[in-house]
């Protein structure tokens, strides 16, 4: 990591109306091509090149705050939880909504196993339920339809009904696709095995959870969280397994981890810190400051290629920051 990378202008990605609360990568899909999808309040998440940051086409459909979306691995499905109740899943060829997954509350996370066009996807929110769609049978093929609204509903079952006691705020599928981690409000990071359904593992966080997210650069699986003033770093594949807590004299809203470079970067959680910095993962300390947003910081992520990282924030802009030396992409 040359000193080339700092003070790069950052490339931005205007088309929102209101806050992001939420982008995510695919993973790389063909030699150098990859995705990029943004979650917004405008209700419209986009779908983006990730490389250049060019618009490729929003989702339309949803009648309530996004405030998650995920891209499946391959970058074929799409997925969306909602302030209007439900997850919808989607196909990113055409646009199209596959299944409306109807909720009794706000749904903040959603989640694919780490698998090409998958078949199954979790989600939660306000409900402080974890529950897992099978996409494989629409229940119109199923049992006797109970009602109209919930006829595209594919069937779903709850994972440890009663044990979240806060709203889920992240879900996060680990390699092993039997194992689940959810980040809720009451402060707890958990571990679920999806055969016997139950915990197994978990952590207690100081302050209120911002993002909990998987490394995309490595196979090691890190999981990084943001709480409070701190970072957490987890091993994703050993439940409840922490490596490391740095406390920071900021509040942070956002974290990603850069397992090859060792590096992480974190963004402010107000409207007087709306910095993105870059930190040494080893020696703990800050490398870089960057500015450029004009709002909090809500979600960090590292491509799949760990060349650059996005930032999404509160002032309705998606940002791509180079983290390499020498050209790439539009940086020339």
């Given at each position: 990591?040359?000193?080339?990378?700092t003070?790069v202008?950052?490339?931005?990605?205007h088309?929102h109306?209101?806050?992001?609360?939420h982008?995510?990568?695919?993973?790389?899909?063909?030699e150098?091509?990859?995705?990029?999808?943004?979650?917004?309040?405008?209700m419209n998440?986009?779908?983006?090149?990730?490389?250049?940051?060019?618009w490729?086409?929003?989702?339309l459909?949803?009648?309530?705050?996004?405030?998650?979306?995920?891209?499946s691995?391959?970058?074929?499905?799409?997925?969306?939880?909602?302030?209007?109740?439900?997850?919808?899943?989607?196909d990113t060829?055409?646009?199209?909504a596959?299944?409306?997954?109807?909720?009794n509350?706000?749904?903040r996370?959603?989640?694919?196993?780490?698998?090409?066009r998958?078949?199954i996807?979790?989600?939660?929110g306000?409900e402080?339920k974890l529950?897992?769609?099978?996409l494989?049978?629409?229940?119109?093929?199923s049992?006797?339809?109970?009602?109209?609204s919930a006829?595209a509903t594919?069937?779903s079952?709850?994972?440890?009904?009663g044990?979240?006691?806060?709203?889920?705020?992240?879900?996060?599928?680990?390699?092993d696709?039997?194992?689940?981690?959810?980040?809720?409000?009451?402060?707890?990071?958990?571990?679920?095995?999806?055969?016997?359904?139950?915990?197994?593992?978990?952590?207690?966080?100081?302050g209120?959870?911002?993002?909990?997210?998987l490394?995309?650069?490595?196979?090691?699986?890190?999981?990084?969280?943001?709480a409070?003033?701190?970072?957490?770093?987890?091993?994703?594949?050993s439940?409840?397994s922490?490596?490391k807590t740095?406390?920071?004299?900021?509040?942070?809203?956002?974290?990603?981890?850069h397992?090859?470079?060792?590096?992480?970067?974190?963004?402010?959680s107000?409207?007087?810190d709306t910095?993105?910095?870059v930190?040494?993962?080893?020696?703990?300390?800050e490398?870089?400051?960057?500015k450029g947003?004009?709002?909090p910081?809500?979600?960090?992520?590292?491509?799949?290629?760990?060349k650059?990282?996005?930032?999404?924030?509160?002032?309705?802009?998606?940002?791509?920051?180079?983290?390499?030396?020498?050209p790439?992409g539009?940086?020339?």
């Open positions: 990591m040359s000193k080339e990378t003070k202008v950052p490339l931005t990605c088309g109306s209101r806050p992001v609360p982008i995510h990568f695919s993973a790389m899909v063909d150098d091509q990859y995705y990029i999808i943004s979650a917004c309040k405008d998440p986009m779908l983006r090149d990730g490389v250049t940051g060019d490729i086409g929003t989702f459909g949803h009648k309530g705050a996004v405030w998650q979306a995920r891209l691995s391959d970058a074929s499905f799409a997925a969306t939880a909602s302030a209007d109740f439900s997850a919808k899943v989607w060829h055409t646009g199209e596959l299944h409306t997954l109807q909720h509350h706000i749904v996370a959603v989640a694919f196993p780490n698998q090409p998958p078949q996807v979790a989600t939660g306000m402080k529950r897992i769609f099978d494989s049978r629409s229940s119109s093929s049992s006797p339809v109970q009602d109209t006829a594919p069937p079952y709850e994972i440890g009904a044990i979240h006691t806060g709203g889920l705020k992240s879900i996060v599928w680990a390699a696709p039997n194992v689940l981690i959810t980040a809720a409000e009451d402060k707890k990071i958990r571990w679920w095995d999806l055969r016997t359904q139950s915990t197994i593992g978990e952590h207690t966080v100081e209120a959870v911002g993002t909990c997210e490394d995309n650069t490595s196979a090691e699986g890190v999981l990084s969280v943001a409070g003033n701190s970072v957490y770093f987890f091993d994703s594949a439940p409840g922490l490596i740095i406390k920071t004299p900021y509040e942070i809203a956002s974290v990603a981890f397992g090859g470079q060792r590096r992480f970067v974190t963004g402010g107000n409207q007087n910095w993105v910095r930190w040494d993962f080893d020696e703990e300390k490398l870089e400051t960057n947003h004009h709002g910081i809500w979600s960090v992520s590292f491509s799949p290629d760990g650059l990282y996005a930032t999404g924030s509160e002032d309705g802009t998606v940002k791509l920051w180079k983290f390499t030396s020498g790439y539009l940086w020339r």
